[in-house]
């Protein structure tokens, strides 16, 4: 369960909530120019766009949840189970594993529009990274300053969509949310007016009861509705420390708190962790789910040059005043 969205004021952000019922050893991971990228059915690429986010590290690899390169394009995998299919070999496709696509794209593209050239060669392959490490059934938010796409492997094969919200969480497939958005036509951040009868004396009764039917419950459509109203009228005065700290206050809308969502194991689903990152500097900010300070990372203040994974551990320690 995850929640991610672009937010474009000055400088273009890109960031997610993470929810799962446990961590899976995420830390800040930036890969310089020369680290060279393995995959498993394509050539090495050796020098590629340094990128920074999100992954776990395991023999010296990085498996992203999300992140952004240089250029500023930004990608995060989601989870889409039920949903989700992938392949065996296809000669005539790149074929390229679930957990190989945030690099694949991250390492060569600078835009949404080049990205697409190489997805419509893509076959998302199932194999996993190895035995103990099964595939995860993922699509992908795909963004730029100047657009968004959703990208999904289902039965039918590679779909690619147009975002026009920015948004993007869980299953059902991204065509039904945007179907589902028509039910919300009537939201406002407005003081409502009488609609139902001018003959009756009717008024609010309290501020925000232009947006009464915005959904507030965990799940996957409701937090899309959330923050796509959310997104789409929150106000910054667009310097950096009031568009990162908006963009956190939307993410924690949709967070979810320890103990109030349970899987069908029975067990917690909540945010491990919360990121916005400006994909124009290269600077990734984060909170967890144990210490709400927002801590940050700065691309720009190390060797990208190098050929070595450069790992920084989350801080978890909690800071009360």
């Known amino acids: ?15 997610r909530n993470l929810d799962l019922d446990c961590g899976f050893g995420e830390e800040v991971v930036i890969t310089p120019r020369q680290y060279p990228f393995l995959f498993r059915h394509k050539e090495t690429i050796a020098h590629h766009y340094a990128m920074i986010g999100m992954a776990t590290v395991i023999d010296n690899t990085p498996l992203y ?23 065996p070999y296809k000669e005539d496709q790149d074929n390229i594993a679930s957990f190989e696509i945030i690099p694949w794209i991250l390492s060569q593209c600078e835009t949404v529009k080049q990205a697409r050239q190489l997805l419509e060669r893509i076959n998302v392959l199932d194999i996993a990274f190895k035995d103990s490490v099964p595939n995860s059934p993922l699509h992908w938010i795909l963004a730029d300053k100047d657009q968004s796409i959703v990208i999904e492997s ?33 939201l406002t951040k407005s003081y409502p007016e009488n609609r139902l009868n001018q003959n009756i004396d009717l008024k609010p009764y309290a501020v925000g009861m232009g947006a009464i039917g915005l959904p507030g419950d965990a799940s996957s459509v409701s937090r899309f509705v ?26 924690q809308q949709v967070a979810m708190v320890k103990g109030s969502v349970m899987t069908a194991e029975s067990k917690m689903d909540y945010t491990l962790y919360s990121c916005c990152i400006n994909a124009t500097k290269g600077i990734y900010y984060y909170t967890t789910h144990e210490n709400s300070t927002i801590q940050k990372i700065n691309i720009q ?8 994974l450069v790992q920084f551990p989350l801080n978890h320690q909690s800071v009360i005043f």
């Open 154 to 186: 289902v039965q039918e094969g590679l779909k690619i969509y147009d975002n026009p919200f920015g948004v993007l969480t869980n299953n059902p497939p991204f065509d039904f949310h945007c179907l589902n958005m028509q039910q919300y036509l009537n």
């Open 65 to 87: 949840a999300e992140a952004v390169n240089e250029k500023g394009l930004g990608m995060a995998g989601l989870q889409f189970s039920q949903n989700a299919v992938y392949f």
């Open 226 to 251: 959330k923050t796509a109203f959310l997104k789409h009228n929150l106000y910054s005065d667009g310097t950096e420390s009031d568009n990162v700290q908006q963009y956190f206050r939307v993410l």
């Open 301 to 308: 203040d190390h060797n990208l040059a190098g050929t070595k």
């Open 1 to 15: 369960m995850c929640t991610s969205f672009t937010y474009v004021n000055q400088d273009f952000y890109f960031g």
